[in-house]
């Protein structure tokens, strides 16, 4: 027995190996069990429902397609589906805590005709920001400048050259 040790300690036949939330658990090779984590299927949600190619997806996780479609059978039926749920959710949120842009956002989506903008409204008032009107056409815009002098170009000074020279 090693004198080093306490009476209760036992030598550590194993090597030092990493703690297991550390180790990767995304390979899976013949002859092991694949078990995929709560992480790899919300990846693989958000994979599948920005409509990633599945063979990309099975590189990605280092599986074979026949172990994604295996194992995550449900997230790619549901995942765009479960995906758009939960981004909705999370603007209707924003939208109930004061975010007016997502409140503006839902409304026009999910409130009704009363609040969509009309595409002939919208054109009409882009349209009348975007050309003068005819009383102000073919009038001068002025602008006045303080008198601070920041108006005026600066003008370079000649160069001063200090020091004597030799003339022979």
Known sequence: MDENLAPDDEPDDEPDTPPAALTPTLTSRKGQKYVPTARQREVVSMLVANQVPFHIIALSLDIGTR??????????????????ARVGLSVLRKAMKGNMNAARYWLMTHGGPEWRLNTKDATAEAAAFATPSSDTAGRKVRFYVPENGRDRPETPEPPVIEGEADVA
């Open 67 to 84: 172990t994604l479609d295996r194992h995550y059978a449900a997230e790619i039926a549901h995942g765009r589906a479960h995906m758009v």
